[in-house]
């Protein structure tokens, strides 16, 4: 069956980014010019995804405003003779088929995906999450799902990272099927390094088919009070293969302020209008300041 849906969970406070998200969305955070979620939701699009659901809360709406017509701005451009501008405004509110949903408890990431659970009904889906940035070049989404028509199992997406960092993620036992993909025999939640059973980190793209529901439905929560996807996974795997795709592309992790800040440099070093600016700037700045 082809994969055509994407859930992208958004309803968070965003705690790791105050006081900049007390009355705006982390969602909503610039990467150079852009708000982190069409970043997330333009990667969709680009693997053929055109319906897509946010997961949102009451604080969210202005991820709805983003994606909705602006009439008043694209009069505003026009007049201006903005044509580049306007077509750009134009652009984004014609991406794909999105659609909104409340949680409207915060219990958790296998929650908010449960969420979702009436609008997939039982078709296979792809869980995106905005933590979680890929360069435009990247394979990985595309790998994922081509491996999901392959064998029709759920695949998640996993990075190698160093032993000291595992404890952030959660951490797959793998059994080797090829270069680029393992088979999941137990998958844990930020496991300290020394009961790791690898060093492949869950990172936030997810090909699942329905199952998932069934298993987030026994799922309890955690000593958090949360229902977490990586139990379900875990419970899933019980009765049903699940694989593990391995990045090896461009990614960036903007889930805390330091990595933020990373990647937002990188992107914009790498931008063909000012990059080259921007890294004139950056190494006046490094010798000025005597870091090199």
Request: hydrophobic share 40%; charged share 25%.
């Amino acid at each position: 069956m082809r994969v055509r849906k994407a859930v992208i969970p958004a309803a968070g406070l965003g705690t790791r980014f105050l006081p900049a998200t007390k009355s705006q969305p982390k969602e909503m955070l610039p990467l150079v010019d852009k708000p982190a979620i069409q970043y997330v939701v333009e990667e969709a699009v680009r693997c053929g995804l055109d319906d897509i659901l946010i997961v949102t809360s009451h604080s969210k709406r202005s991820i709805e405003d983003h994606f909705d017509r602006s009439a008043e701005l694209e009069a505003a451009l026009a007049g201006q003779g903005k044509s580049e501008l306007l077509d750009e405004v134009r652009r984004i509110s014609s991406l794909a088929d999105i659609h909104y949903i409340r949680q409207k408890e915060l219990k958790g990431l296998g929650h908010a995906v449960h969420v979702a659970a009436k609008h997939v009904g039982r078709e296979p889906f792809v869980v995106l999450l905005g933590d979680d940035i890929s360069g435009e070049n990247s394979l990985l989404l595309a790998g994922m799902i081509e491996a999901f028509e392959r064998y029709g199992r759920s695949v998640v997406a996993v990075t190698e990272v160093a032993p000291d960092e595992i404890s952030r993620y959660g951490c797959v036992r793998p059994e080797s099927v090829d270069d680029e993909l393992v088979r999941i025999m137990d998958i844990v939640e930020k496991p300290s390094p020394d009961i790791a059973p690898s060093n492949l980190a869950v990172i936030g793209r997810y090909v699942f088919t329905p199952e998932i529901f069934d298993a987030l439905e026994g799922t309890r929560p955690g000593g958090s009070g949360e229902i977490q996807l990586t139990d379900a996974i875990a419970k899933l795997a019980q009765f049903q293969t699940v694989y593990a795709y391995r990045n090896t592309g461009p990614r960036y992790d903007i889930g805390d302020k330091l990595n933020y800040l990373k990647s937002t440099v990188e992107m914009a070093s790498g931008r063909p209008d000012f990059g080259p600016a921007f890294r004139e700037f950056l190494a006046e700045y490094c010798r000025k300041s005597g870091i090199l």
